[in-house]
């Protein structure tokens, strides 16, 4: 089944306590994002990839990273978690960045930074 | 920055009644514009996209119309259903930068 996986599904954690969420696909796709959804400001990407090591800052970058070593994975990682970035985020893959495609997403993770 | 003005912000209307959503983009790069259906607790899925070369897409009761020069395009969901109440999104993405700005959203309510 053709499908994005994040995991894991909720997180509550403490200030400045490194965290990663995983995101992976089995699509084959080139372009992979994730983004930030918070209530009355809609979805906001946060950092894209359109192929293996190649990475781009979206509209809200500050406080997270981002590594596509392989095709398949597109982690998020939080080096110093503060609360402001709770939040509820989605991974997205789809075919390719020239290729006006559907983006698949990912179930959700809900974060909470106490 | 760029920008993607979406309206309403929520919307009514009773079943079978259309159901009009308009969005309004600033980046004139931009050339693709999907829109995205959220029920609650759910992932957002694409409902219909529409490219910049094309003025409008019909999909059964959906449609999106764009208006290049005046950049802005919209969702008409038509004999609306109790099933189509959910929050739409509509996105914009640049071609140069391949980088995606969602509006807001929109949260529809069908009225039985």
């Known amino acids: 089944e053709a499908q994005v996986t994040q995991n894991p599904r909720y997180l509550i954690t403490v200030t400045g306590k490194k965290l990663t969420v995983t995101c992976s696909q089995n699509m084959n796709h080139e372009y992979m994002s994730w983004y930030r959804q918070d209530p009355g400001l809609g979805l906001r990407q946060i950092y894209y990839s359109m192929n293996v090591e190649v990475t781009d800052k979206g509209d809200v970058p500050e406080g997270y990273k981002v590594s596509r070593k392989e095709k398949r994975n597109f982690p998020l990682i939080l080096e110093s978690p503060s609360p402001n970035q709770t939040s509820l985020y989605f991974c997205a893959s789809s075919l390719g960045p020239q290729k006006n495609t559907e983006a698949f997403f990912g179930q959700g993770t809900r974060l909470t930074v106490v | 920055g760029e920008n993607v003005e979406q309206h309403p912000s929520t919307l009514s209307v009773q079943e079978g009644d259309s159901a009009v959503i308009k969005c309004t983009y600033s980046d004139s790069a931009s050339n693709y514009f999907p829109w995205y259906k959220q029920e609650l607790g759910k992932r957002p899925q694409l409902i219909i996209d529409?490219?910049?070369?094309?003025g409008e897409k019909k999909d059964q009761r959906i449609a999106v119309t764009l208006n290049k020069t005046a950049k802005h395009f919209s969702l008409h969901i038509t004999e609306t259903q109790p099933e189509d109440s959910a929050v739409y999104f509509c996105a914009a993405r640049d071609s140069g930068t391949y980088k995606y700005i969602f509006g807001t959203g929109t949260r529809l309510k069908v009225l039985a």
């Open positions: 529409i490219r910049s070369n094309v």
